[in-house]
Every structure is written in C-alpha cells, then in structure tokens.
C-alpha cells in the first residue's frame, strides 16, 4: 500500500510541477493556451490506458479466470488472415432435347480459372514419372526443321482423323471410321483433357491414325538429302517407325468388350489383388485372350497343359461373341488374379491388355515384344516382369515358372513393382498430364498458325455425349472430367542426354541376356539328368 502511495504522490508532483505551475504562472495567453492542450492530451491518454485496463480485468473475469493479480492481458493477432481455398468448378454437360448434336456452348471453358490459380501459395507439382522423358525422343525428328503445314498435309495418307484446336476450341475433321470406336474414345479423351486444363492446351494441328501398325518408317528419312517424316499420331510405335506415340482409347473405356473406363477399373484392379495372396495363388502361368489375331498367339497355345506334357502354363481362349452374349461374366478382369504368373503377348502388334496384366500383383511373363506405346518404355525386365523367349515359348514359360516357384521372395517383389507402376505413375492423373506435355511440346514446334480447316466441325464433350447409347453413353459419363482440376501439371523431366539413354538400353539387354543364360543353363541340367 505504501509503495502506490509514494508512486501515486510522484505522479501528483510531476504534475504540479511540470504542468500546472506553469500554467499559473504563464505571462501570455498563447502560452496558457498551449500549455492547457498539452494537459487535455495527457489527461485523455491517461483515460484511454485506465479504462483499457478495466476492459481487460473484465473479460479475464467473465472468461473464468477471476484472479485479482493478473495486471497484463496480451493479445496475439494473425499476420494475415488466411485464404479461403478456391471453391471447385464444374462444367455441367449441356443435353437439352433441342440441343443434343448441333452446337456446342459458346462459353464453354473458364478462361481465367488458371490465372488465379497459378497465383495460390501452392507446392510446386511433383516430377512427372520417368517413361515422360520419352516425349523428347518421340519429337526428336522435327526438332531442328519444326513442324510445317506440308509436313502434317503428308500424314494424311493413312490417318483417320485431322484434329485442330484453336483458342482451346476443338475442330475434327473426319477422314474414315476407325475399328469399333477407337477415334469416338480418342477424341473423347482429348476434349476432357480440355475440360481438365481450360485455356492451356496451345493451337495446333495433328494427323491420327488409329490403326495398331505404325507406318512411318525411319528408314525413308534418314540420309543427308531426306526429307521431315511426317507427324503422325497412334497408339503404339517400333524401333523401325517414327510414329509419335499416344495414350490409347481404353483408357476412357472400351465399349464393344465392356471393358471399363481406366480410373474406376484401376481402383477395382487394387481390390481385386487383395482377394488372394500371392503364396496361395495358382502357382501356374495364365493367359486369356484372342488368338487369331496373331500367329505368335495361336503358338502360344502349343504351351497349355496337355496328358502328355506341362508346361506350367493354363491358357484360354477368349470368345468374344460368346461373353458379349452371356453378359460378360466370364472377362471381369478383377477377377482374374489369381495366379502367380500371367503372360503378356502381343496381337497383331501391341495390345491394351498390359496394363491390365501388370497391375494384378502377379509376376508378368513378358514375351519378346515387338511394340511399345508411351509407357512401356520405362520397364525394366527382371524389376516389373520377366522376359520370355518368342522363339522357344514353352520351354520359356516352363523355367520361368519353376524359376518363381523356387525364388517365391524374388518373384513376389517383381510383381508388385509392376502393379506399384502401373497404379502409382499410370494413374489417370499422369495420363492426362502425358498427353499435357506432348501435345505442348509439339505445339512449340509448329512452324504456322493452325486454322480450322473448312470441312473440320468443332466438337466438345456434347457433341459425343449426348447422342450416345448404351455402354458408350455410360462410359463418357463415368469417364467424364466434371471440371477444371485445381492441380498443376507435373514438371516434365529432362531428355535423355545420347550416354544415359545408351546406358539404360544395354542394362535391359543385359538382364535379358542374364536371364536367357539361367534359362540356357537349366535346359542344359535338364538334359544331363534325363
């Protein structure tokens, strides 16, 4: 008490002396006058500390926290208030019955979507998976001409279809139908790639071809008077063509065998994995599919099981007319891991059926393949399957199986590389982002502005939608991208420089080689004890 008392009576002479005597004693009116502003202010300050302090003491009060020596009440204030994520935008799709076919809408993309976003305090997008690096070589052709107006006219000989995008507006111009629905599916995927990317996918101007055998052959361009290959677009391509390869059709669904869209499809893959585990699996090689459409696949059948001889291998085939008949109850291909090994063979050149194989867990039988489309560039043999000899099948498969049988860890580990790929960097995320860059980087080459062509017709996702039918109508919808993602493109890799991409060609050859010679010397034991 004494100590506010001697405190209190300093405030009182501090006053008395610094402002009121001379107040009292000021000569001239502008003085006082001065002098008494002064005291408001400081009587005012006084006031504003005083019931500060009041205001303090009672909310401590009514929070529950009565106690009477708490002096200091501190206020802790954010540097800035938080941002609101952006909301989700969707574009609906437009069927109106008066509408279905004829136009598409005039405002169909939200061209400043991206503007903000790419403003957000985001991470920056992860790096795109390894096989992208490939996008580089595929273009490598035109990299020093660029790309002219006559070189994609050239591509026209064989494509099905011309596809031109102009201010982030689709334009197709129709050459002839493609097998079942691959242009129908293709285009599809190209327009929810819009849809997913609004206002970024740049002008330009390609030739397709939806036909499985690339054509364009390296060897009628090289030499030093040859002329740019031309541009053409497919599924698939070999180390003879040039062919600039793309994601397939099954991706968004393949109507005519009821196979479904790839993200839905992928998620029942990983379930379908878990209904057995790889030790109590069929501890055979399994195969299913078409095979007169390949005479590498009617020798195949050499290998199924017979009274006479066993080649640790169960193979079936696929009757296509028969499921479409019964309802498909016999191709679910969820279902159809359950055993250690499946083979991979080729058709009458490659075949979607790869992805499919790779992602069951099982340890993929990877006969020597002839093709390559944009992703399998990047397996490596012994690390996401096993190389099987295309001149000797059976004896192939043979020792494969006993090889996994006798190495169960090994094998394991290989299968689950594949399906760890297969649903890690061939998501439908990445898929969207492969076809992003491709197209980007071929656009950058272009030596002309596109314009539409006079015969093209514009399309959008209403154009194919609406007028559908059936398994068509319901795969659009479940593969359709319902708006503009608020995720960036992954940051395209590097191209290979000519030491790394020879050195990652001869390590395949050579764990090929390795495993040709276990294969060798097994075949020779086999030999010596019979």
């Not at 020798?299 to 696929?318: E, F, I, P, T």
């Not at 559908?468 to 659009?476: C, H, R």
Request: positive net charge; charged residues 25%.
């Amino acid at each position: 008490m004494q100590r506010y008392t001697w405190h209190e009576a300093g405030i009182y002479r501090h006053i008395r002396e610094t402002i009121c005597l001379p107040f009292l004693t000021a000569k001239r009116s502008s003085q006082r006058s001065s002098l008494l502003l002064l005291f408001f202010l400081l009587l005012f300050f006084s006031g504003a500390f005083v019931a500060t302090r009041l205001l303090d003491s009672t909310l401590t009060s009514i929070a529950g926290n009565p106690t009477p020596n708490t002096i200091l009440t501190t206020h802790v204030y954010p540097s800035e208030i938080p941002k609101k994520p952006l909301p989700k935008i969707q574009i609906p799709l437009n069927c109106t019955s008066g509408n279905l076919t004829r136009t598409c809408p005039a405002n169909y993309y939200p061209k400043d979507f991206f503007h903000s976003q790419d403003d957000r305090d985001c991470p920056p997008p992860a790096t795109c998976p390894d096989y992208f690096r490939w996008i580089h070589e595929d273009l490598r052709p035109w990299k020093k001409t660029g790309i002219t107006r006559d070189m994609v006219q050239r591509a026209r000989k064989t494509a099905n279809f011309r596809l031109v995008i102009v201010n982030g507006r689709a334009y197709m111009e129709r050459y002839g139908r493609a097998f079942q629905t691959r242009d129908v599916f293709t285009v599809w995927g190209i327009l929810q790639l819009l849809r997913r990317y609004p206002g970024k996918i740049p002008d330009l101007d390609l030739m397709f071809d939806c036909v499985d055998w690339p054509v364009v052959k390296a060897v009628d361009y090289s030499g030093p008077n040859a002329t740019a290959p031309p541009p053409l677009f497919r599924y698939c391509g070999d180390d003879a063509t040039l062919d600039i390869v793309f994601p397939d059709w099954s991706f968004w669904g393949w109507a005519e065998i009821n196979i479904k869209p790839w993200e839905g499809l992928l998620e029942e893959l990983k379930e379908g994995n878990k209904r057995k585990r790889w030790m109590d699996r069929e501890a055979y090689a399994y195969w299913k599919g078409n095979p007169m459409v390949a005479a590498t696949r009617v020798d195949l059948l050499k290998c199924n099981v017979s009274d006479k001889q066993d080649w640790g291998a169960r193979l079936y085939k696929q009757d296509w007319i028969k499921e479409t008949r019964e309802g498909y109850k016999q191709s679910d291909l969820a279902s159809q891991c359950m055993h250690r090994y499946k083979i991979y063979i080729e058709g009458s050149a490659w075949s979607v059926s790869e992805k499919y194989i790779l992602a069951c867990n099982s340890l993929t039988l990877l006969v020597k393949p002839h093709y390559y489309d944009f992703f399998t560039r990047s397996l490596m043999p012994v690390h996401h399957y096993w190389p099987i000899r295309e001149d000797d099948k059976c004896r192939s498969i043979k020792f494969a199986v006993e090889w996994g049988n006798s190495h169960k860890q090994k094998a394991q580990e290989i299968g689950k590389a594949a399906s760890d790929f297969i649903q890690e960097d061939l998501k439908m995320d990445y898929v969207y982002d492969y076809m992003f860059h491709l197209l980007s980087e071929y656009a950058k080459l272009m030596r002309y502005k596109p314009t539409i062509p006079k015969r093209a017709i514009e399309i959008c996702s209403e154009k194919l939608a609406c007028p559908a039918i059936g398994s068509q109508k319901k795969f659009m919808m479940e593969s359709m991208v319902k708006g503009p993602t608020d995720v960036r493109p992954c940051n395209m890799p590097p191209p290979y420089d000519a030491l790394a991409l020879h050195t990652l060609l001869k390590r395949k050859a050579n764990s090929i080689s390795q495993v040709e010679l276990w294969e060798k010397r097994y075949w020779e034991n086999q030999t010596k004890h019979n």
